[in-house]
């Protein structure tokens, strides 16, 4: 089966930052909650993640009492063909 094509107009966005501020809790903290290396969540954090397990997605969102969609949110890319300003579409 062929990868999906990635379309440049969309960039998806974590929201772990702003989600971990709400609940007052750190990245290390999360972490061991989860079960998870503090460096694969700081990739998550940064936007840098290009996949994430099923499992892992589930435990994240479980510890931090949200849904799928608080997490991770789907941003267009703006006029000039950049999404690093665009506010989340929700």
């Known amino acids: 089966m062929a990868p999906a094509e990635v379309d440049e107009a969309h960039d998806v966005h974590c929201r772990l930052d702003e989600l971990l501020a709400e609940r007052g809790l750190t990245l290390t903290r999360l972490a061991e909650l989860v079960g998870v290396s503090v460096v694969n969540?700081?990739?998550?954090?940064?936007?840098?993640?290009?996949?994430?397990?099923?499992s892992t997605l589930q435990a994240i969102c479980r510890t931090l009492e949200c849904e799928i969609g608080d997490l991770l949110v789907l941003r267009r890319a703006d006029a000039a063909g950049s999404a690093s300003g665009a506010a989340p579409t929700r």
Do not use: G, H, T
């Not at 969540?41 to 099923?54: C, H, M, T």
């Open 41 to 54: 969540l700081s990739v998550l954090k940064n936007d840098r993640a290009r996949a994430i397990r099923f």
